[in-house]
């Protein structure tokens, strides 16, 4: 199921543990795969369990645990808005209100044509640059006016229309 470019990066990540202890690569694996597919299936997860040689209930344990893993097919761009304290108390209900708004959708769901998932986010570790996003788990946006979103909008629409 997974490519080969992701089995020698699933095992690149394991041979950074000891031998009895490769189940510690689980959650890169589940990066790995998540990556590839753009959510982790019930299929996908059985075959890191197969990898790491764990049982399946263990893997998704670890997928349902973090809200970084898709265990649901997502949009092509999960835009994980924070909302906890520091950045609500700097606009981040703000950004998440205006964003909810103008795609037209709510926490948990994903655009019609399939291009943006919204999603509440925990603290990501930049209270100093509230509000702030995360572009499909890799690309941290920060100070985010409404210019900064419609902007940030605008270039991921492009992209799709440009790779897609």
Do not use: H
């Not at 009895?20 to 689980?26: C, E, M, R, T």
């Not at 049982?55 to 649901?72: D, G, K, L, R, S």
């Not at 959708?105 to 925990?122: K, N, R």
């Amino acid at each position: 199921m997974l490519s080969e470019n992701s089995l020698k990066e699933i095992t690149r990540n394991i041979a950074k543990y000891p031998a009895d202890q490769k189940q510690s690569a689980v959650m890169a694996a589940l990066a790995v795969a998540q990556d590839e597919y753009g959510w982790l299936s019930s299929e996908a997860i059985a075959e890191i369990a197969q990898i790491l040689e764990m049982p399946p209930i263990w893997v998704q344990e670890v997928a349902t645990f973090y809200n970084m893993y898709n265990v649901a097919p997502a949009g092509t761009f999960k835009l994980s808005i924070c909302t906890n304290l520091p950045c609500e108390l700097s606009g981040g209900k703000r950004a998440a209100e205006y964003l909810k708004q103008k795609l037209g959708i709510d926490f948990g769901q994903t655009t019609p044509c399939g291009t943006f998932t919204l999603v509440e986010g925990e603290c990501m570790g930049a209270c100093g640059d509230a509000p702030v996003a995360l572009v499909n788990n890799k690309r941290m946006c920060s100070w985010l006016s409404n210019d900064k979103l419609d902007a940030l909008l605008e270039e991921l629409q492009t992209s799709v229309k440009v790779t897609g």
